[in-house]
T-cell receptor
Framework: KAGVTQTPRYLIKTRGQQVTLSCSPI?????VSWYQQTPGQGLQFLFE???????NKGNFPGRFSGRQFSNSRSEMNVSTLELGDSALYLC???????????FGPGTRLTVT | AQKVTQAQTEISVVEKEDVTLDCVYE???????LFWYKQPPSGELVFLIR??????QNEISGRYSWNFQKSTSSFNFTITASQVVDSAVYFC????????????FGQGTTLQVKP
């Protein structure tokens, strides 16, 4: 079974631009979560989607948004990029809420 | 508030040594879930184990073992006879009641195994 895939793997954007990251979960998994990883703050939870509904949200500004499609694929959008948004963005999926999460390889976003 | 503390920032051992990675957690939930993940240099987080708060049995999987103690709020991870391929950053994580997708991660412990 294929693992979680994320596209693109690397991205360079300029301050003020917006960006959309994509995540395809493991086949059959209905939950997708997003995390931001930085050297200073570590791994921080952004949000979780389950069956197209946002189930939980972390403490990030409204510039960070996401959505999930009927096929469980998810996208994350960051508007008005700031230098501090440079990070590794990880997506994770799980079959249902009582199961462990499996992570993708991440998207490395650099904001200049 | 929920919190996970991994006090060891970096550990360096020589191959074949045993090593224990410490994890202490804080939560007010009576039902919670604990996890360990490994992050090799490639960057992808690899799931190692999940533990439910109501199951205090220790677990062994090959060279890996986990010691869960609710009395001390600890969930430690031991690698026996370490190998160079074990070199990675290891994260302990906590999820509260309802096992929402929100994992609270510790800061991670970087393990370097030298040949």
């Amino acid at each position: 079974k294929a693992g979680v895939t994320q596209t693109p793997r690397y991205l360079i954007k300029t301050r003020g631009q917006q960006v959309t990251l994509s995540c395809s979960p493991i086949s059959g998994h209905r939950s997708v979560s997003w995390y931001q990883q930085t050297p200073g703050q570590g791994l921080q939870f952004l949000f979780e989607y389950f069956s197209e509904t946002q189930r939980n949200k972390g403490n990030f500004p409204g510039r960070f948004s996401g959505r999930q499609f009927s096929n469980s694929r998810s996208e994350m959008n960051v508007s008005t990029l700031e230098l501090g948004d440079s990070a590794l963005y990880l997506c994770a999926s799980r079959w249902d809420i009582y199961y462990e999460q499996y992570f993708g390889p991440g998207t490395r976003l650099t904001v200049t | 508030a929920q919190k996970v503390t991994q006090a060891q920032t970096e550990i360096s051992v020589v191959e074949k040594e045993d090593v224990t990675l410490d994890c202490v957690y804080e939560t007010r939930d009576t039902t919670y879930y604990l996890f360990w993940y490994k992050q090799p240099p490639s960057g992808e987080l690899v799931f190692l184990i999940r533990r439910n708060s109501f199951d205090e049995q220790n677990e062994i999987s090959g060279r890996y073992s986990w010691n869960f103690q609710k009395s001390t709020s600890s969930f430690n991870f031991t690698i026996t006879a370490s190998q160079v391929v074990d070199s990675a950053v290891y994260f302990c994580a906590l999820s509260g009641s309802g096992n929402t997708g929100k994992l609270i991660f510790g800061q991670g412990t970087t393990l370097q195994v030298k040949p």
